[in-house]
């Protein structure tokens, strides 16, 4: 595909993230549907170039677990990603529709997520470094694929210098400001699959010895003093949410007890040993009694796929 904006016809919006927008679009010589992400970049023409240019190893990545590309490009502020199209979307968006995700197929997500871990890093010495169920994405066909990978140093730099919020499926080592290696992703995915599993996020949302009430002082204060110490207090919130937390407090499990396959369970701890030493790497995980019934399920992923 020789890519350009004006052949590509808008048809849906499909979400906005961190970096930018997804439209699902047309492209129009081809009749090829499309995803295309359009990330806004703050940088010299030379840094988007460069960008440009590692983005091009994308060309190279052919996996059933991998999000295939179909290329990139400039225009103006923006750099264009065009991507394959997954009609069933991400998996955030799917568990939020449906409620909780069938475990069995919570198994299947690991084997790809796995899968395509390895592929990346075994073939292309690539970290995911952003594993969250809305970068695992799932179509009508049954095939789950992850995307947003982190191919370009110079993207993965240019959009964390715009990144604010929070990182609350980032591993307690990245936390504390260690390397990104392959089992900080498979941290990012055991958080992850408990999500998936549980229906919602594994994190509580809100200490409950966490007080929030200074409606005492509104009376006396000015309204911009209340308005800076509720700000205080969120940005403390935040803090403990995201970073300290994680670092400081046990990691979460899939629970209750005996509510999911001793293998499962068993799966996940050892996705989140805080100690990335005691973690294994995804092609170590793939060798896990739950991958293997994973592979060996009858569960029909296509037929589970069409029922929403
Ligand atoms: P985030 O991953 O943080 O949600 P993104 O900008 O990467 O932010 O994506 C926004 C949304 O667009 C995702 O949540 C997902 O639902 C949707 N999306 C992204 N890529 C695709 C794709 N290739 N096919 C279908 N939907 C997609
Ligand atoms: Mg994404």
Avoid at 162 to 176: H, N
Wanted: glycine letters at 6%; hydrophobic letters at 35%.
């Amino acid at each position: 595909y020789d890519l350009r904006n004006e052949d590509l016809k808008d048809l849906q919006e499909l979400g906005q993230g961190n970096g930018g927008s997804v439209k699902k679009v047309e492209h129009i010589p081809t009749k090829t549907i499309m995803a295309k992400k359009i990330v806004l970049i703050d940088a010299k023409p030379s840094v988007r170039k460069q960008i440009l240019r590692e983005l091009h190893i994308m060309h190279d990545c052919h996996s059933p677990y991998i999000i295939s590309f179909y290329g990139a490009f400039l225009s103006d502020p923006n750099i264009c990603i065009c991507m394959e199209f997954m009609d069933k979307g991400s998996l955030d968006g799917i568990y939020k529709k449906i409620g909780a995700i069938d475990i069995e197929v919570v198994s299947k997500v690991a084997l790809a997520v796995l899968e395509g871990l390895t592929y990346l890093y075994d073939v292309h010495r690539i970290i995911h470094r952003d594993i969250k169920p809305s970068n695992i994405l799932c179509n009508s066909e049954g095939q789950i694929k992850i995307c947003d990978f982190g191919v370009s140093g110079e993207l993965i730099n240019s959009i964390a210098d715009t990144f604010v919020g929070t990182s609350t499926y980032m591993s307690p080592e990245r936390i504390q400001g260690a390397q990104y290696t392959v089992k900080s992703d498979v941290w990012s995915m055991g958080i992850s699959l408990i999500e998936l599993a549980l229906g919602r996020f594994p994190f509580s949302e809100s200490d409950p010895d966490d007080d929030d009430n200074f409606s005492d002082l509104e009376g006396t204060l000015s309204p911009e003093s209340v308005l800076a110490d509720k700000r205080e207090k969120d940005k403390k919130k935040d803090r403990r949410k995201s970073k300290g937390h994680i670092v400081n407090e046990p990691a979460p499990r899939l629970t209750p007890e005996g509510r999911f396959p001793g293998e499962a369970e068993d799966f996940v701890d050892s996705c989140l040993f805080k100690d990335p030493d005691a973690r294994k790497t995804p092609k170590d995980l793939l060798k896990h009694p739950w991958i293997d019934m994973a592979r060996a399920s009858k569960f029909d992923c296509k037929v589970w796929a069409n029922t929403f």
